[in-house]
């Protein structure tokens, strides 16, 4: 008999005729006895070749964002959300019945597209106040993080004196000792 060409539905036909099953990803083979195979009643040892140490593993994975800073001041809303804050009051009292924020979204979207850059000037001019606003802000909140860098490193630049200053004192006694 010829053996077909190695494509997927070659394979899946020769399969067929030798009535192989066909292993897939996620089949649950836990009732079919194979041979060589092990039973899921045994428990599965590792390989300590292939296991990854826990610890490794753990400082791989939580490689994120660095922590946020509660104190830091928030970014100021682009016009398009300054007209939000106005537009869902609006649409709130049009429409009490509607839950949807994704329908308001969508109203509100649909509306900004529509409006002309003279409509949407008010929002822009306040948009621009807060920018304003937030980067004097920020100015000051990273003026005073630096000065908290400045002082822990004064800090842990004393903690290290300290710590030779002993370390000296014991050299100090152990000569005196061998004298």
């Given amino acids: 008999m010829p053996r077909p060409t190695s494509t997927k539905k070659a394979q899946q036909q020769s399969r ?3 009535k192989q099953p066909i292993a897939r990803k ?3 083979w836990s009732g079919i006895a194979m041979k060589g195979g092990k039973s899921k009643a045994e428990p599965k040892k590792a390989d300590s070749k292939l296991s990854v140490k826990k610890g490794a593993a753990a400082k791989a994975t939580k490689k994120g964002k660095a922590a946020k800073d509660p104190n830091q ?3 100021p809303p682009s016009s ?6 106005e537009f869902r009051e609006q649409y709130k009292q049009k429409h009490p019945n509607n ?3 994704a329908a308001v979204g969508k109203a509100g979207g649909d509306k900004w597209k529509s ?6 000037a008010p929002y822009a001019r306040i948009s621009d106040k807060r920018k304003a606003e937030y980067e004097k802000n920020m100015k000051a909140y990273n003026k005073k993080q630096s000065e908290e860098k400045a002082e822990e490193q004064e800090e842990s630049d ?4 300290e710590v030779n200053d002993e370390e000296d004192d014991d050299d100090d006694s152990e000569e005196e000792e061998e004298d």
């Fill in 16 to 18: 067929k005729q030798q």
């Fill in 26 to 28: 996620h089949t649950d």
């Fill in 73 to 75: 001041p928030k970014r």
């Fill in 80 to 85: 398009f959300f300054v007209f939000m804050e």
């Fill in 99 to 101: 839950k949807s924020v």
């Fill in 115 to 120: 409006m002309s850059e003279a409509e949407k």
């Fill in 158 to 161: 004393r903690s290290r004196s």
